[in-house]
């Protein structure tokens, strides 16, 4: 199997196994507990705290709140922000129209309680610029939040120039980095990043597991009231073992991060360059500033859930933004975001590396990809619409 | 558990009477690009029934199934029959397709239809 869909889920690493295993087996205590057996399981989860601070540049590992992902440290980060603006009288929140659903089905919630939402435009290339950014702000914005890398189509945006922006006015800055920890180097103080999402399964830690990061002085609304772990912002028992092994699976990529984005960057790129052979196709996001790991294409004529049903049987794992693919009558609101038609969005491709892939996984998916497009094609009533030229081609 | 049935899988893989027509008698297209769903259906006919079918689809696997297992329930059948196939009928024979994939199958129904539709006004046309 070739599992080219590193973007949805990571395989665990043997580091972040080895960190958990001893978490089950002996350090099972309650970290709650005054007991010395319990307070072991308190020590390990403080030393997980501190790593992950170190990989974030945190000021203090004070600043780092477990959570059961990503999803949940979006939510909580929205909410509370929204919270403490409303009690400046503060209603208007800025985000971008290609953030992941975690951010904005609940920023959708806050729009339905009176809060006025902006989701500012993405550039063709997937890209927001500070520049919009700084003119959206206003007297009355009480959040910015953009991510840090999007999802499908692997844009970078330009967090640090965004962060500054944001200081400068003095407006609460969130970004949601489940794409970029592990693969980005972070600062959250150089980038003035007020608070931060990032979750476990993304860099070869387990699932269920993230982190919000929140800046000194910025407070935070419990989503999930109870004991007085977290500080007394998160409550229920930690789970030991997979926040240990999400620390140990962070610093691991961390400290490879150089290397292993070499190595990952040198595939993308050779895989970017064979399937814009292609013809009438089209790369989407940035050509440069985009993930190390992540190739996305539309091919025109074809539909997404086809072609992953098809790359399947060949061995191949990937993923589509197809209306098919998404449970929706609506293709991605990535692609959407980014211009493609609807009916180019549906014949979209994303496959996503890591360093466990090879040059000859690289040399698989470059055959089987142009020979199931072409397939997909001689069936296609609309292709040949195009070709006979009844219908004009969109992608040249 | 997999996301379709082994038949539709089959079908899916093994498309059967997928192609174009040069000589159809009627002709039918349903579906549009924006939705992600577009099937054309061929049809070749004698004596009232359909002695070809041909099929061309953009999209899911479960509409490339559908079309496909339409085209074969309808082969060799008289056209009262074939416009009383449904939509049903077709993902029974599928043993049966996810709740939120029924609205990609529903097109193999109405581009059968549509195909038997064209037929009839071009005979009535040739009749004058
Ligand atoms: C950009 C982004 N944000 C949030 C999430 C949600 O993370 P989790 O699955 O850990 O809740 C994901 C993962 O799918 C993501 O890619
Ligand atoms: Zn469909």
Redesign the interface.
């Known amino acids: 199997m070739i599992y080219a869909d590193n973007a949805a889920t990571t395989r665990m690493s043997r580091t972040a196994m080895d960190a958990m295993l001893p978490c089950m087996r002996e350090v099972w205590g309650n970290p709650s507990s005054l007991y010395g057996f319990g307070q072991k399981a308190a020590e390990a989860l403080e030393e997980a705290r501190e790593k992950i601070a170190a990989c974030l540049g945190a000021s203090t590992p004070k600043e780092i709140y477990f959570t059961s992902g990503g999803s949940e440290a979006d939510n909580q980060a929205i909410l509370s922000a929204a919270e403490n603006g409303a009690k400046q009288g503060k209603k208007h929140i800025i985000s971008t129209a290609f953030e992941h659903h975690a951010v904005l089905h609940t920023l959708k919630k806050l729009e339905q309680e009176g809060f006025e939402i902006e989701l500012l435009d993405v550039h063709a290339d997937g890209m927001i610029s500070p520049d919009q950014v700084d003119r959206a702000i206003r007297d009355d914005t009480a959040l910015v939040t953009t991510m840090y890398a999007n999802n499908e189509i692997g844009s970078i945006l330009p967090i640090a120039a965004i962060g500054a922006v944001c200081r400068e006015h003095r407006v609460t800055f969130h970004t949601d980095a489940v794409q970029a920890a592990g693969h980005l180097p972070i600062d959250v103080q150089k980038e003035n990043i007020d608070l931060l999402s990032l979750s476990g399964h993304k860099f070869h830690g387990p699932k269920g597991v993230g982190v919000l990061y929140v800046r000194k002085g910025v407070s935070l609304r419990n989503l999930i009231e109870g004991g007085a772990q977290e500080r007394g912002k998160r409550a229920g028992t930690e789970n030991v073992p997979a926040i240990v092994g999400m620390a140990a699976a962070l610093s691991e990529a961390c400290s490879r991060m150089a290397e292993d984005t070499n190595k990952v960057v040198a595939m993308r790129q050779r895989l970017m360059d064979g399937l814009a052979k292609i013809p009438h196709s089209i790369l989407n996001g940035d050509p440069e500033k985009r993930l190390p790991g992540n190739v996305s294409f539309c091919f025109e004529g074809i539909e997404g859930e086809s072609l992953l049903l098809l790359l399947d049987d060949r061995g191949i794992c990937a993923s589509s933004g197809s209306a098919c693919t998404s449970g929706s009558l609506d293709p991605s609101h990535v692609l959407l975001s980014i211009g493609r038609p609807h009916e180019i969005a549906h014949g979209s491709l994303r496959l996503s590396l890591c360093a466990d892939n090879t040059e000859e996984d690289v040399d698989k998916i470059l055959q089987a990809v142009p020979e199931v497009v072409a397939y997909l094609r001689s069936i296609s009533p609309l292709w040949m619409d195009k070709m006979s030229g009844k219908r004009p081609f969109i992608l040249s | 558990m997999a996301l379709y049935s082994e038949k539709v899988?089959d079908h899916?893989?093994h498309?059967r009477n997928?192609?174009?027509m040069e000589d159809a008698d009627g002709i039918g297209?349903v579906g549009n690009?924006?939705?992600?769903?577009?099937?054309?259906i061929y049809l070749k006919i004698r004596d009232d029934r359909v002695e070809d079918v041909k099929f061309?689809?953009?999209?899911?696997?479960?509409?490339?199934a559908s079309s496909s297992m339409a085209t074969e329930m309808i082969k060799g059948k008289p056209l009262n029959e074939v416009l009383e196939l449904t939509n049903k009928a077709v993902t029974e024979a599928l043993d049966g397709l996810p709740a939120?994939?029924l609205?990609?199958s529903v097109l193999a129904e109405q581009a059968i239809q549509a195909a038997v539709k064209d037929y009839y006004a071009r005979t009535e046309t040739a009749l004058g």
Request: charged share 25%.
């Open positions: 899988m899916f893989r498309p997928v192609g174009s297209e690009a924006k939705c992600g769903d577009i099937m054309k061309e689809t953009f999209g899911c696997g479960s509409a490339i939120h994939k609205h990609c």
